[in-house]
């Protein structure tokens, strides 16, 4: 079996707005691209995880002995083998790599095999025998947050709690509304498994780990802490990513593998299996939010008042990021003199929450979109008129009174959305009616129905975060060669780092170095950031030899390098013509600059809620159709509407990928995904129960792309990946009850919602 | 584990499997014991169609099938359409239209959209959605896939027969 992981790419081609294609996709269409299911060593090992099947349970012991008498068994190990720090965590390290006395959610490790065949890791870990005392779990968040039960962890049940406080709390208007809103658990269901191989130095000195992940630098952190090992002695490599959407951004099975290569001097490969997956990352937070809208009888809002209950699960990984999220975003892109919004991030024993495409925003999002229809009934307003008449915009306070400096095209999305072409009507066909193949539905019971949704969402890290990425360029004989740490997990980051190459420099020829820890961070790809982030380190990078190269070139030609410029394939004198190609001004000549690319500081909340925490925003609106047959609570996504503000577009193919892509999770929110959990315990761990959208569930899309390039953003363009998944799901639930008359605040909508 | 020995016929070429343990499926034998890891597994239940093969010129879910069970039968595998030069008319539109992020599933995909224009030269739109619901994409949102399979129907359409 080959791997190609490290090869180098060579792309051709296109500028920054053109679409070329990806240059990794040949090697996937053909199934030679190497995921890191794909990996494999001579003389390599398998790795499997023992995981606790109780939500809160005291460990009393655990006899491996039964696991070392199966032959082909390398190793088994416990806390007992962590060498260094025995927990981990992306923003607190609060978290066991293996369980110690103590086990706090169905699925925490417990222990690790290395074997010589997958089937014997599995038998080996029957043979483990663990000794628990079970306790009674604490599952509510509301009791997590009440404070009468005993902690559950040494740092408590309450993750962390946040007011934002603005203006005056006593302010009133003519209409109020209120609602409380359920949102489930959803899961991001990438489709490539967790899976890594180890390869340990000779003497255990070190470990190189080839690793499907978010972020290569912070997995590394955390690792080399675990292992008791410097950072320099733990290299990391990206192997090939099956999607990510948030679920790869914390440990999973990273220290578990290489200390089963450490313990054996052998590679060893780790794979979860899909059950094994649903129990290995984190989740989309489910949470609570009870809001109170005022408005003035036109529509006017005067005050939002906002309690956010979100369920961490036993560990804190983003929750407190994720929260600050929520309560920071309550409003949505309105402009509200008042505000009131209190929130809690609960720690329980439910399975562990944190990052997923759009990270808080998505729970506040379908509240304050379900408010904001009840208030246009309340007004007697059409819900798109309700809403332009508070769009907010560029210069306006936000709720935690940082002023709104993006470029803010609300009314923009609002109308381009509302402006776009509706579907046909029903028609006579039953495949296309709720229902489809199944046949189920009646004609005369279909119902149509239209909602409408709009959102904001902040781009990059928040709070202070020192928030940098890093990238090389190298300009040598007509051919620009790329470096940076940035995790290619299907978005495309690969394809536009060489467009922006190829315009900056005009080579045609870009190669892309392998993605791994041998040059510094370019920090996590989430947060709608690597195109703005990564992107702007690749562009400064590109410049920066771009200046050499001039300058290089002003010194032959006895000018100011000022003048010069590219211009196609030739820099050129700008004042009187002189031109030289890029091949033969480069020809036995090297340039290369190593750049770090910060976007600018941002501040903590203060206790009120106060600061300006966010860096930019970007907006998008929603418009759904759908068809219901209400008696059997089937519901068809007919065609969804959207414009989105995306800066610029710099392969507008991408763009359109990442908008359908969205819009296919928020449609999974909407209606049909769902992590259920009953006492701790998920009950649909596979594809089999855990619903994803099929092609079948896909709807037509028409989309605007509303480009108004953001002067803040190195590139202009604005991060696209989250806004299309936040108001996608609250405008299909809208149309649901616009079809259906009923008042469906929780999501997803179940078939026995709406028919019972 | 047990030591099975049987000969598989993968993409035209004979595979001696040896020392095997019966109880491996069609995917881990081609993904682990003979080179050919385009198959991928994504669910081990045959869900998510992302280890779609051939089988004697049926499309099924390699995670379903026992290797040992397919002894005798002609195997196709996502390696054995187009080669390392030249890829199929599919992949080519899958590349053009965008049809590709992460990839994970693409393998998959294209051998089913395969055996659906071998099949069927001129699907539906409708037909297309039902005949790719067994494969489940979670990048695309399917907008580009679609449009990839309508590319590739219409250059079919327009080849000289």
């Known amino acids: ?756 | 584990m047990s030591n099975e020995q049987y000969r598989l016929r993968v993409n035209g070429s004979e595979h001696d499997v040896r020392d095997a343990w019966v109880g491996e499926s069609l995917l881990y034998v081609l993904r682990e014991r003979l080179g050919l890891p385009g198959a991928k597994g994504a669910c081990e239940q045959g869900e998510c169609g992302s280890c779609s093969v051939l089988v004697d010129g049926t499309l099924v879910c390699a995670c379903l099938v026992l290797a040992a069970s397919a002894v005798g039968q002609d195997i196709t595998t996502v390696e054995g359409l187009g080669d390392e030069t030249a890829v199929t008319d599919v992949q080519q539109a899958f590349i053009e239209m965008g049809a590709v992020q992460c990839g994970f599933c693409t393998p998959g995909l294209v051998v089913a959209v395969h055996d659906l224009l071998d099949h069927h030269e001129s699907p539906t739109d409708l037909e297309v959605r039902e005949a790719l619901s067994g494969n489940l994409c979670r990048c695309t949102g399917y907008g580009r896939i679609f449009a990839a399979v309508e590319a590739a129907i219409e250059r079919r359409a327009a080849a000289p027969s």
């Open chain 1, 1 to 756: 079996m080959t791997t190609i992981v490290g090869a180098k790419t060579r792309g051709s081609g296109a500028r920054i707005g053109d679409s070329p294609t990806r240059p990794d996709a040949t090697a996937k269409v053909q199934g030679r691209f190497a995921f890191s299911s794909d990996l494999w060593a001579d003389g390599m090992l398998w790795g499997k995880t023992l995981r606790s099947p109780h939500p809160y349970a005291r460990i009393i012991g655990i006899d491996v002995s039964g696991a070392w008498k199966i032959a082909g068994v390398e190793a088994v190990i416990t806390a007992d083998d962590v060498p260094g720090q025995l927990t981990y965590g992306l923003i607190s390290s609060d978290q066991p790599v293996f369980a110690v006395d103590v086990v706090r959610y169905v699925g925490e490790p417990v222990a690790a095999v290395a074997a010589d065949h997958p089937e014997t890791c599995r038998r080996a870990l029957d043979a483990i025998v663990v000794t628990y005392e079970v306790l009674t779990p604490l599952t509510d968040p509301e009791r997590a947050i009440a404070g009468n039960d005993d902690p559950i962890h040494p740092d408590g049940n309450i993750l962390r709690h946040q007011r934002v406080i603005l203006g005056d709390a006593d302010a009133g208007g003519d209409v109020v509304v209120e609602g409380e809103y359920a949102i489930g658990m959803q899961d991001q269901a990438f489709l490539g498994l967790e899976a890594a191989l180890a390869l340990p130095d000779p003497g255990g000195a070190g470990v190189e780990l080839f690793i499907a992940t978010q972020w290569l630098h912070e997995d590394r952190k955390q690792i080399a802490a675990c292992l008791g090992l410097s950072e320099e002695k733990v290299r990391l490599t990206l192997g090939g990513v099956g999607g990510a959407f948030g679920a790869r951004e914390d440990i999973s099975l990273q220290v578990h593998c290489c200390l089963l290569a450490l313990h054996t001097t052998r590679p060893v490969k780790m794979q979860y299996g899909r059950d094994e997956s649903f129990f290995g990352h984190v989740h989309r937070h489910p949470a609570t939010i009870r809001m109170r809208h005022h408005a003035q009888s036109d529509g006017t809002l005067v005050k939002v008042e906002a309690r956010m209950l979100f369920d961490g699960g036993a560990y804190a990984s983003t929750s407190s990021a994720v929260l600050i999220n929520a309560v920071t975003h309550a409003v949505g892109p309105y402009r509200c003199a008042n505000a009131v919004i209190d929130g809690w991030a609960a720690r329980t024993n439910n399975p562990p929450c944190g990052a997923m495409r759009g990270f808080g925003v998505v729970q506040a999002c379908f509240a304050h979109e379900s408010q904001m229809d009840k208030l246009a009934v309340a007004c007697g307003l059409d819900p798109v008129e309700l809403r332009l008449r508070n769009v907010i915009q560029a210069g306006d306070v936000l709720p935690t009174g940082q002023v709104l400096e993006s470029v803010a095209p609300v009314v923009r999305v609002i109308e381009e959305t509302a402006a776009l072409p509706m579907p046909p009507a029903l028609g006579d066909d039953p495949m296309h009616w709720p229902g489809g193949a199944g046949r189920t539905a009646d004609r005369t019971h279909v119902q149509r129905g239209v909602g409408f949704a709009v959102a904001m969402k902040n781009l990059m890290y928040s709070e202070g975060f020192d928030d940098y990425s890093t990238a090389r360029c190298r300009l040598e004989s007509n051919m620009a060669t790329l470096k940076f740490a940035t995790a290619e997990v299907g978005q495309g980051f690969v394809v536009i780092a060489a467009q922006i190459a190829r315009t900056l420099l005009g080579v045609d020829d870009v190669v892309l170095e392998p993605i791994d820890t041998t040059i510094g961070s370019a920090g996590s790809t989430s947060a709608s950031r690597q195109t703005w982030m990564s992107g702007g380190a690749v562009d400064a990078a590109c410049r920066a030899v771009r200046e050499r190269l001039f300058e290089d070139v002003a010194s032959r030609w006895a000018i100011d390098p000022v003048r010069l410029v590219i211009e196609g394939s030739d820099v050129v004198d700008s004042i009187d013509g002189q031109r030289v190609s890029v091949a033969d001004a480069t020809e036995g000549r090297r340039f290369e600059e190593t750049v770090e690319y910060r976007h600018r500081p941002t501040e903590h909340l203060d206790e009120l809620g106060r600061g300006a925490c966010h860096v930019a925003f970007a907006f998008v609106a929603h418009r759904a159709v759908v068809d219901v047959d209400p008696e059997l609570g089937l519901v068809k996504v007919v065609q969804i509407a959207t414009a989105q503000d995306v800066g610029r577009a710099l392969h507008p193919l991408s763009v359109l990928g990442q908008i359908e892509g969205g819009i296919a999770q928020g449609l999974g929110l909407a209606v049909m995904e769902e992590i259920v959990i009953e006492g701790g315990r998920i009950r649909n761990p596979s594809f089999t129960d855990y619903l994803l959208p099929t092609t079948l569930d896909a709807p037509v899309v028409v989309y605007s792309l509303v480009e108004e390039p953001d002067p803040q953003a190195p590139l202009g363009a604005k991060g696209v990946g989250e806004p299309p998944c936040i108001s996608s799901t609250p405008a299909i639930v809208a149309a649901i009850r616009a079809a259906t008359g009923r008042a469906l605040t929780r999501i997803p909508v179940r078939p026995q919602d709406i028919c019972l």
